[in-house]
């Protein structure tokens, strides 16, 4: 499976801005795609993910009420709609994909592949 993220950019605290993900390859084998970033001098975190069958959601708790995923299962992508942008909320944000249950849903190491990430930079 293939991964490319892409609607990255410069945004005004409280903003918005939507990234995508399409998966390309072995798609019918996904059993759930997650986003992550990671802020420069910081651990790569979880911050959110999605069932690509059941479309059950979960959420870093640092997100919760501000970041929606969702999935176009028929367009093999996935979506972060990103609200009430801080900047806290700058890093790259990289999108990652499992093919088989392997561990919990925050943990990186749980996902087989991953995009290339895309800057998210959000100025006070």
């Known amino acids: 499976v293939q991964l490319q993220a892409s609607g990255g950019g410069l945004v005004q605290a409280g903003g918005s801005l939507r990234l995508s993900c399409g998966a390309s390859g072995r798609t019918s084998s996904l059993y759930r795609m997650g986003w992550f970033r990671q802020a420069p001098g910081k651990e790569r975190e979880f911050v959110a993910a999605?069932?690509?069958?059941?479309?059950?959601?979960y959420y870093a708790d640092s997100v919760k009420g501000r970041f929606t995923i969702s999935r176009d299962k028929a367009k093999n992508t996935v979506y972060l709609q990103m609200n009430s942008l801080k900047p806290g909320d700058t890093a790259v944000y990289y999108c990652a994909a499992d093919s088989e249950y392997s561990g919990n849903y925050y943990r990186p190491i749980s996902y087989d592949y991953w995009g290339p990430g895309t800057q998210v930079t959000v100025s006070s």
């Open positions: 999605i069932s690509w069958s059941s479309e059950i959601t």
